[in-house]
């Protein structure tokens, strides 16, 4: 079993920057992947960006350049450096990690990020 502990999330202002974090214990080998989704209001949980097996960072196009993923140090787990926040990135944000193998996956208990003015 994984569990996934998240935090860093809250309220800012359009143009504002949070930091989300991620860390993960239990039964994590090397190679797994881990990724930050997101969930809005009446819409499908869709991915935000990951860091895979190999190391190579994906990101989805709505946030290229404005945001960054990154793994925690001498720890398993990953930030989510967010800049320039919009109101569209209003959502709850969850944390994925998958071992080397594949599924199952697990998930962290979301963390909500509300961008308003």
């Known amino acids: 079993q994984v569990q996934l502990v998240e935090s860093g999330g809250g309220s800012v202002q359009p143009g504002g920057s949070l930091r989300l974090s991620c860390v993960a214990s239990?039964?994590?080998?090397?190679?797994?992947?881990m990724g930050w989704y997101r969930q809005a209001p009446g819409k499908q949980r869709e991915l935000v960006a990951e860091?895979?097996?190999?190391?190579?960072?994906n990101y989805a196009d709505s946030i290229q350049g404005r945001f960054t993923i990154s793994k925690v140090n001498a720890k398993t787990g990953i930030y989510l450096q967010m800049n320039s926040l919009k109101p569209e990135d209003t959502a709850v944000y969850y944390c994925?990690?998958?071992?080397?193998?594949?599924?199952?996956?697990?998930w962290g208990q979301g963390t909500q990020v509300t961008v308003s003015s």
């Open positions: 994925k990690l998958r071992n080397r193998w594949g599924p199952p996956d697990y």
């Open positions: 860091i895979t097996g190999i190391g190579r960072s």
């Open positions: 239990g039964s994590v080998f090397s190679g797994y992947s």
